[in-house]
């Protein structure tokens, strides 16, 4: 089945700062990359996904890049905000189930 | 708000006991997901069923089970409860079929199994 490796773990940043946090997928047949942001106690939040068919897909200050050739996908997140602070996940979507990643706590400090 | 509704919000129950949780999916959306997310395990996908029938199959313990309604709720069965099944519990729907497009995340169901 599907395996999804993120990293880092933990990513603190300041205020203004970018974060990026990454992802790799292993069953090539996998064709959709969901990121979801879950703040503490409540629901994941789509915030971003890209199809396999396309390389890179922005809105506002996040933007997720994809390599199918080497099987990886960012999440980049620019100007970062305190309220962007939760925790984020990747996922891949391969056969009809999505697989998460272990999840990555962002902390942006003021 | 996704649109998606769980009920009830928190549950607290014996070992070896059974629940049920609900879950009402967006309006249109035909598919329906169970996740269960625990600190040492993350997200961990359950079960899809779409327009009523079982779609997809992960790592659902035998001792649970799913199903959807013809006006498209779910509920999801564990019974025999262990303290290891105290987890949240999330519903998630999409209007897709088979591939998971688009999934809405409703706000979930703390399960504590004392």
């Known amino acids: 089945g599907e395996n999804v490796e993120q990293h880092p773990s933990t990513l603190s940043v300041q205020e203004g700062d970018s974060a990026v946090i990454k992802c790799t997928y292993s069953d090539s047949a996998s064709n959709y990359f969901p990121w979801y942001k879950q703040e503490l106690g409540k629901r994941p939040q789509l915030i971003i996904d890209?199809?396999?068919?396309?390389g890179e897909k922005k809105d506002q200050r996040i933007a997720v890049t994809l390599n199918k050739t080497a099987k990886h996908f960012s999440l980049h997140i620019t100007e970062t905000q305190p309220e962007d602070s939760a925790v984020y996940f990747c996922?891949?979507?391969?056969?009809?189930?999505?697989?998460f990643g272990q999840g990555t706590i962002l902390t942006v400090h003021p | 708000d996704s649109g998606v509704t769980q009920t009830p919000k928190h549950l607290i129950t014996a070992t070896g006991q059974r629940v049920t949780l609900r879950c009402s999916p967006r309006?249109?959306?035909?598919?329906v997901y169970w996740y269960q997310q625990s600190l040492d395990q993350g997200l961990q996908f359950l079960i899809q069923y779409y327009n009523g029938e079982e779609r997809a199959k992960g790592n659902i313990l035998e001792r649970f089970s799913a199903q959807q309604f013809p006006d498209l709720h779910s509920e999801l069965n564990l019974s025999s409860l262990e303290l290891g099944d105290s987890a949240l519990y999330f519903c998630a729907s999409s209007s897709r079929g088979t591939n998971s497009y688009e999934q809405y995340f409703g706000p979930g169901t703390r399960l504590t199994v004392t």
């Open positions: 890209i199809r396999s068919n396309v």
């Open positions: 996922a891949a979507a391969s056969y009809g189930k999505l697989t």
């Open positions: 309006s249109g959306d035909l598919s």
